[in-house]
């Protein structure tokens, strides 16, 4: 048990926890609710084998007993009146809400079917998964590797491309991993005190620094709950925080208080004097006479200018961060990154910070991911896939992190492909995405979508387009590995169904976790195992052989088998941990669904490369870099080993980098050092950005015009209690929130006559949308900002999106691609076996602002740029709370000026894209070559 927390029952009573004269079976498992994948501990009656409470799983080591309000509500989710429990097929039209009951056996053989006949037919880019949350680690990317297809699409285009560019094309790896607790200076980008990724794993830890006098700086154009708990609050306009961060860098070189041992061992200056400055010396001193030339235009001065920021704040800001300087942790991952053109540079230049101040992989600092997220081997892994799918890696994007999957709609309709098999698991692009009426006129299409397939708890707006509704189990029905970047440590979370456990604890046979669920309600694994068996029946497609168990020869794996040799092989030091308390690995996970791996985070760069390993080396005399043909270590060694380029016929892989004569693990990029210049940036047609600079935003305030009354529309944030589409069936949290107003400040309420709860029209470049005005100080001038965690709706009285959160809407199609949603009335009280449905007070449900924006494809990370330029209006006479209007031609045509700005691949190498680059189911590297 954690320190702290007392009030936690004794494992030692866990299989049978007295309260309240009831009798009690807590099974541990992982939250669902957001990505952090914190413990929870659920409180399943012994006699009826229901789910009372979901409290904190004290042994988790990411969470540690601690849940923020999503986890307990897991409780309403299991219990919604209007989940859906057995699976549907479409009987009407696609979309028109006629549905009947399916056997899972029929869905089954019929989307088996399909799918076999596209592999066999060799349309294999005709079938596509796509996920919204994944809540797991590979386990559905090795389905589709062994599929033989590029099937993978995921959300992360709309949500944290940008940030991943900006870290991936410093150190190879993708995600930062602030040591919170022990930093002495913390610098948020955004809200991640209340909402922010990692949100309750980080929030405890930021407080528990803050409590030991760590500074904590905010950047948001919005006073949040986070901003409010901040040393400073810096509300930077949009698009503005690179110049910022760039001209705080300029404090620390000009002011001498940079890492300069750190700097010279550990960045890349050789290449970028070879690349900028050729036949000049290449010594560290001239580089950092660079150094200053380059920076010394990021003024404080120029850094206010832009962002309003005073100059003396930046300037004594930048000397808090110095100071802590290897303690120094700094996190961003949406915000910024995800609101604008060029985004990603914001997380390019925050992570200059983290390298001048030399608080890469150090306590209290930024560590790389990869280095405290761990994903264990399962018993077999696939082959690669030896196809490309241009549907989600289109040319124009090669340095895209990851899949555009935002311009499917737009790809369909311009004719690059059809769909013959479309899943979207967890997923609601009509609503989480923007221009959700492209969405929803390419999946009413049977020319372009075959069969969607919706792998889903709940009913959404995308479902209701599908032609099979297939129930799958919330977060604690079903079986997930989850592991994330909380804290300087490294942590395996199981997921497990938790009424399936308790069976099995009590020894009662399970034949699949439908046994235990309600209704027929599923999990993806076994399902997807089943599909498997289906569409390779005599396993002559060589597909069945990966879904065969790792105990019994020749037998259909079963679910709980692959988790168990998981745990018996793949996690160093759970065999010993559970053999310490007599039990075998999968009874260990099945009681505490959770182990913290051991070994250390920090400083894995300077990790040496091992004799043997250097034995078989080669060290490139100019960089410094080593290959070598040795296999890689074993995966527990959380080495990210750079792969080697297709085509190299020695297949050898950079293994470590020499730093002053010794051999070091260092960082998966090119050169294997930290890439101040980015080889990969100027090789692939963006010699521009190959170091740190600012990209001006498409809501730059030069592109903005006052006298029309525009500003720039953050429309990103999250709220606390609500997770996007996942939390529309939780009954407490939509008590909790129901409305998303337009944050707009005090002063240029003023100017427009507007006060709090007045209605305003918000026009965007492809249509509006109508929601009431909220005024306040808490705002930056010039910036209006409304949270997407709103607008659930739906088109029937009693069925669709669940009651508690979305309201009645008409939509009405006018041709030509303009359509027009009103709201016929908001959340109401009805009738259920849920009484407290007949006792709801809120009416609001917010407002769906997505639909209204078209798609912005940053030419380089190919994230999504959800900031918007809008006009802000009073409403008209005719104007509703929640209309919206919207015309898909004119957001096709915003499609294509954006695309105007890809450079698409330039071949270097001959390659789609640069084979070091991360990417989800990586194919053959044969499929890397350009045609
Ligand atoms: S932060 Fe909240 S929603 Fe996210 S995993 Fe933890 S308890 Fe669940």
């Known amino acids: ?42 409180y399943v009656d012994k006699e009826s084998r229901t789910v009372k409470k979901f409290e904190g799983n004290p042994r988790h080591p990411g969470s540690r007993g601690r849940n923020c309000a999503k986890g307990p509500a897991t409780l309403n989710q299991i219990t919604d009146p209007e989940r859906i429990l057995y699976p549907l097929r479409r009987a009407g039209k696609r979309g028109e809400g006629k549905w009947e009951r399916v056997s899972w056996d029929e869905a089954l053989d019929d989307l088996a ?64 991993s602030p040591d919170h607790s022990n930093a002495k200076c913390i610098l948020l980008i955004s809200a991640h005190l209340e909402s922010g990724h990692y949100f309750n794993p980080h929030a405890q830890r930021i407080i528990e620094a803050k409590q030991r006098g760590a500074t904590v700086i905010v950047m948001d154009p919005r006073l949040s709950n986070t901003a409010t708990h901040a040393d400073y609050w810096l509300p930077t306009y949009p698009g503005s925080e690179a110049t910022v961060l760039l001209a705080m860098a300029n404090v620390l070189i000009r002011e001498g208080l940079y890492d300069r041992e750190f700097v010279r061992r550990w960045v890349n200056w050789d290449e970028y004097l070879r690349a900028a400055l050729p036949g000049e010396p290449v010594t560290y001193e001239r580089f950092e006479e660079e150094l200053r030339r380059l920076y010394a235009g990021y003024t404080p001065e120029r850094a206010e200018a832009e962002s309003g920021v005073p100059a003396a704040t930046i300037v004594e800001v930048a000397r808090a961060v110095a100071a802590a300087g290897p303690a120094f942790s700094a996190h961003t991952w949406r915000a910024s990154a995800a609101g604008n053109l060029g985004g990603w540079m914001t997380a390019r230049c925050l992570f200059f910070l983290n390298v001048l101040t030399g608080s890469v992989g150090t306590r209290g600092g930024t560590i790389p991911n990869a280095w405290t997220k761990f994903v264990p081997a399962p018993h077999a892994r696939p082959p690669h896939p030896k196809n490309w799918n241009e549907l989600t890696w289109p040319r124009e994007y090669p340095l895209a992190f990851f899949e555009m999957s935002y311009l499917l709609p737009h790809f369909l309709k311009e004719g690059r492909g059809t769909l013959d098999v479309y899943f979207t698991r967890v997923y609601n692009p009509v609503w989480t995405n923007p221009d959700g009426f492209s969405w929803i006129e390419v999946l009413r299409d049977e020319r372009l979508i075959g069969r969607h397939a919706a792998l889903t708890p709940v009913w959404s707006e995308t479902a209701w387009f599908a032609d099979y509704v297939l129930p799958v189990g919330l977060g604690s029905e079903r079986h997930d590995l989850a592991s994330f970047e909380t804290h300087a440590g490294s942590w395996l979370g199981f997921r497990q169904p938790v009424q399936r456990a308790l069976a099995e604890r009590l020894g009662e046979p399970v034949a699949d976790t439908r046994d235990t669920n309600p209704g027929e309600v599923w999990e993806e694994n076994e399902f997807w195992i089943e599909l498997s068996w289906r569409i390779d029946p005599d396993g002559a497609l060589g597909i069945r052989k990966h879904f065969e168990s790792p105990y019994r020869a020749g037998e259909k794996l079963r679910v709980d088998e692959y988790y168990r040799w998981i745990f018996e092989h793949s996690v160093p030091g759970l065999p010993e941990a559970a053999a310490a308390e007599g039990l075998a690995p999968m009874e260990y996970m099945r009681r505490y669904a959770s182990f913290e791996v051991p070994g250390t985070a920090y400083g894995r760069h300077e990790q040496e490369v091992p004799t043997e390993e250097m034995a078989q080396a080669v060290v490139d005399a100019t960089t410094g870099r080593i290959y070598t043909s ?40 090119p050169s294997g050092r930290l890439e101040f210049y980015s080889s990969t940036l100027a090789g692939w047609g963006w010699p521009e950005y190959a170091i740190p600079t600012v990209i001006e935003s498409h809501v730059h305030p030069s592109r903005l015009d006052p006298a029309r009354e525009e500003f720039a529309l953050v429309p990103t944030f999250r709220l606390p209690m609500l997770i996007h589409t996942r939390s529309g069936n939780a009954k407490w949290l939509n008590e909790l929130a129901h409305s998303n107003p337009l944050w707009l400040h005090t002063g ?9 709860g007045d209605l305003v029209r918000v026009e965007t470049e492809i249509g509006y949308f109508v929601v009431r005005a909220w005024v306040t100080e808490g705002m930056r001038p010039g910036v209006v900002a409304c949270s997407h965690h709103m607008g659930r709706w739906r088109v029937a009285e009693q069925s669709g999106t669940d ?53 912005h494809p940053d030419p380089v990370s190919g994230a999504h740029a959800w900031h918007q330029r809008v006009r802000v209006v009073r409403a008209a006479p005719e104007d509703q709370e929640g209309d919206v209007v919207v015309d898909t031609t004119r957001s096709h045509d915003v499609y294509k000026q954006w ?33």
């Open 1 to 42: 048990m954690q320190q702290g927390f007392r009030a936690f029952p004794p494992v030692e009573q866990w299989d049978d926890w007295v309260e309240g004269g009831r009798h009690y079976g807590l099974v541990a498992t992982t939250c669902f609710n957001c990505e952090a994948a914190c413990g929870l501990l659920a």
């Open 113 to 176: 079917g399909r799918v076999r006949r596209a592999i066999v037919e060799e349309r294999h880019t005709s079938v596509m998964y796509h996920v919204g949350r994944p809540g797991e680690d590979g386990y559905t990317e090795r389905v589709l590797a062994a599929w033989g297809i590029d099937g993978h699409n995921s959300h992360t285009n709309i949500c944290s491309s940008g940030a991943r560019a900006g870290y991936a094309f410093w150190m190879g790896m993708d995600r930062p």
């Open 630 to 669: 040795a296999p890689p270590g074993p995966p527990s060694a959380n080495i990210v080993p750079v792969p080697a380029p297709p085509g190299d016929a020695a297949g050898r892989r950079a293994a470590g980098v020499m730093v002053d004569g010794r051999p070091c693990r260092g960082f998966p990029t």
């Open 748 to 756: 240029d309420a003023r100017r427009l006559g507007i006060g709090t």
């Open 803 to 855: 009651r508690w959160s979305s309201a009645l809407v008409r939509i009405e199609e006018e041709g030509g691609g303009k359509w027009r949603m009103r709201r016929l009335h908001g959340v109401q009280p009805w009738s259920s076996a849920d009484t407290d449905s007949s006792r709801v007070w809120w009416r609001g449900a917010g407002v769906h602002q997505n639909l209204t924006f078209a798609v």
């Open 899 to 931: 695309l105007e700005l890809a450079r698409p691949a330039s071949g270097a190498g001959g390659l789609r894209r640069p084979y070091w680059l991360l990417r989800p189911l990586r194919p053959a590297p044969e499929a890397y070559r350009l045609p």
